[in-house]
């Protein structure tokens, strides 16, 4: 059994310190929900976690099978294993969606071969329209249609752990349905390791977790089986957010239903 291992981890921006000490373990097959307000600092550790540049790493240590995660550049960390379905995925011009897996998989010595009908697969099981799969990496795609192809990516891939920021944002209730099943079957199908950030619960509907962290301004505050994303439901986050600095403040989700 793999095992992505996070321990004391403290990370600033800007000259900022956002990550205070973050301990959390993640082993194969099991999914972990990171859950907290807006501007707590849930991207700030996936950013981390993959190597974002402007990111800085303060002190602690993270670890993919004792593999030192933060000394390796980001393509490194990806052929250790781990993938990030980011918040906003961004768009790259010129690149095929094809190529770019072939040359991630084969950057890791495996086999190319089938990569066109998994693609094809894939893009099925998970709804993705098989016209859009001509397109560059995300060019022109809508949100749900970029957070899906991150997920046939994934797929495709078979990292051992994945970090999905915010996979529920900008999706339909469709959408995020199938992209969630796919995620839960594939800890049973290739015993994938989850780390889910996300700030609602419905992605937890399908994706299942067997461990609820609670992140309130970059520290892990609580630690909890699933039936506390099921409290949270109703209550939010305001039992671990005190009143002096609203956390909820900091930063709107650009893909909230306006009229929801
Ligand atoms: P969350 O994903 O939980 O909403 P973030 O990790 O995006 O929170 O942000 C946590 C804090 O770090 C916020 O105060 C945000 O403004 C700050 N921050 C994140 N990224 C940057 C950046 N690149 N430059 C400056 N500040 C940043
Ligand atoms: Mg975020």
């Not at 011009?93 to 072939?102: A, F, R």
């Not at 022109?140 to 495709?156: F, I, P, W, Y």
């Not at 969630?180 to 509907?205: N, P, Q």
Request: with cysteine; hydrophobic share 45%; glycine share 10%.
């Amino acid at each position: 059994m793999a095992e992505l291992r996070i321990e004391g981890l403290t990370a600033e921006v800007a000259g900022r310190e956002i990550l205070h000490g973050i301990d959390l373990v993640v082993g194969s097959g099991e999914v972990h929900a990171v859950m907290g307000p807006n501007g707590s600092g849930k991207s700030t550790l996936s950013h981390v976690l993959m190597g974002k540049p402007g990111y800085t790493v303060t002190g602690g240590s993270v670890t993919l099978d004792g593999v030192d995660l933060l000394a390796l550049p980001t393509w490194q960390r990806a052929q250790a294993g781990l993938f990030l379905a980011m918040q906003y995925p961004v768009e790259v011009p010129g690149v095929s969606l094809e190529d770019l897996l072939t040359e991630a998989l084969a950057g890791a010595g495996r086999d190319v071969s089938l990569v066109h009908t998994a693609v094809a697969d894939e893009a099925e099981r998970i709804g993705l329209a098989t016209r859009l799969l001509d397109r560059p990496v995300n060019v022109d795609l809508s949100g749900g249609e970029k957070k899906r192809n991150e997920t046939m990516q994934l797929a495709v891939l078979r990292p051992r752990f994945a970090i999905l920021d915010e996979l529920d944002s900008g999706l339909d209730v469709d959408a995020l349905r199938s992209c969630a099943r796919r995620i839960e079957a594939a800890t049973t199908e290739f015993d994938l390791g989850v780390l889910a950030i996300t700030h609602y619960t419905r992605l937890l509907d399908e994706l299942k977790p067997d461990v609820v962290h609670i992140l309130v301004k970059g520290r892990i505050v609580e630690s909890g089986g699933p039936e506390m994303a099921d409290a949270l439901e109703t209550t939010g986050y305001a039992a671990w957010v005190t009143e002096d600095e609203p956390a909820a403040a900091a930063e709107a989700d650009p893909f909230a239903d306006p009229f929801a």
